[in-house]
């Protein structure tokens, strides 16, 4: 069975940093891009990054470019994401999702998420 | 960006009725369509992609139609665990932006 089990969310002060990560299994982790999205309270989602099976690419929202940085590591079969300069329009639950096969940015599979809130 | 633009924002319906969701896009995205439903405190699930193909798993009373800039999703015999917030999301350009949501209600 297909699992991504987010961590690493809490509260931090304008300016501060975080790492999330995301922890993959049940699905050769390898063979498919991961993706970082969204969702501020009470509103609808976001795409945020994207990185390709082997790391040859990353890809970032407008929002989050320069500040924010995915990687990933395929023999733990885990992703991150380091945000930096967190701004309080970055307080959202942050997934990570799968990149269905050959179609990479339609999203197969959603963790559960994790919440950040940026608030002094 | 392309702008994804989905009406209507709230829907009320009955167990047994047939409801449709339009989603518009600010330009041409051919078939690259993907739809979701999201249940309050969950993360989004894929019930479509490319328009009208319909991801394993997903009862087929659930349909999609569309290309171009204008899609739908049409949902026959609703149950009630179909009561949730649909999302359209275009996958033809970067940023692959999400509608703003369709809540469907009892």
């Known amino acids: 069975e297909v699992e991504l089990v987010e961590s690493g969310g809490g509260l931090v002060k304008p300016g501060g940093s975080l790492r999330l990560s995301c922890a993959a299994s049940g699905f050769t982790f390898s063979y498919f891009s991961i993706n970082w999205l969204r969702q501020a309270p009470g509103k609808g989602l976001e795409w945020v990054a994207s990185i390709s099976s082997s790391s040859a690419y990353m890809y970032y929202a407008d929002s989050v470019k320069g500040r924010f940085t995915i990687s990933r590591d395929n023999g733990l079969n885990s992703v991150s994401l380091q945000m930096q300069s967190l701004r309080a329009e970055d307080t959202a639950v942050y997934y990570c999702?799968?990149?269905?096969?050959?179609?990479?940015?339609?999203?197969?599979?959603w963790g559960q998420g994790t919440p950040v809130s940026v608030s002094s | 960006d392309i702008q994804m633009t989905q009406s209507p924002s709230t829907l009320s319906a009955s167990v047994g009725d047939r409801i449709t969701i339009t989603c518009r896009a600010s330009q041409t995205i051919n078939n690259w369509l993907a739809w979701y439903q999201q249940k309050p405190g969950m993360a989004p699930k894929l019930l479509i992609y490319k328009a009208s193909t319909l991801e394993n798993g997903v009862p087929s009373r659930f349909s999609g139609s569309g290309s171009g800039t204008e899609f739908t999703l049409t949902i026959t015999n609703l149950q009630p665990d179909d009561f949730a917030t649909y999302y359209c999301?275009?996958?033809?350009?970067?940023?692959?932006?999400f509608g703003q949501g369709t809540k469907l209600e009892i």
């Open positions: 999702a799968r990149g269905m096969a050959g179609i990479n940015y339609v999203f197969d599979y």
């Open positions: 999301q275009q996958f033809y350009a970067f940023s692959y932006t």
